[in-house]
């Protein structure tokens, strides 16, 4: 079954750190060349925050959360992460994660376009 399913959400007070998890299948994984991070709050746009080339490692990251949100994989374990530290209320959103599932494309990587596959989310509430 082709899917993706994010995990470790919850609720941290501001300055506090989360870990999650995107767990990928693998018709998905392999084919993909760029996973991403996006987050939507309440009434907003859903934001691209974090991509990584699966290949090369190459990341790149929003200007509202680069030096603090840290994307990651695991190809061996067909699984996407990203470590969020020095959180701060505006995180709060609902976090998917994306593959592009090798669409060849020159849609910037943080725009959600780019990506055939998306997870259900999992929430992420920052308190002051």
């Known amino acids: 079954q082709v899917q993706l399913a994010e995990s470790g959400g919850g609720s941290v007070r501001a300055g506090g750190s989360l870990r999650l998890s995107c767990a990928a299948s693998r018709d998905i994984y392999s084919p993909s060349h760029a996973m991403a991070w996006f987050r939507q709050a309440p009434g907003k746009e859903r934001e691209g925050v974090a991509v990584?080339?699966?290949?090369?490692?190459?990341?790149r990251y929003s200007d509202s959360v680069k030096g603090r949100l840290t994307i990651s994989q695991d190809n061996a374990k067909f699984t996407l992460y990203l470590q969020m530290d020095s959180l701060k209320p505006e995180d709060t959103g609902m976090y998917y994660c994306?593959?592009?599932?090798?669409?060849?494309?020159?849609?910037?990587?943080?725009?959600?376009?780019?990506?055939?596959?998306w997870g259900q989310g999992t929430q992420v509430t920052i308190s002051s």
């Open positions: 994306a593959a592009d599932g090798g669409r060849n494309t020159h849609i910037t990587p943080l725009r959600p376009e780019r990506y055939a596959y």
């Open positions: 990584i080339y699966r290949l090369s490692d190459y990341t």
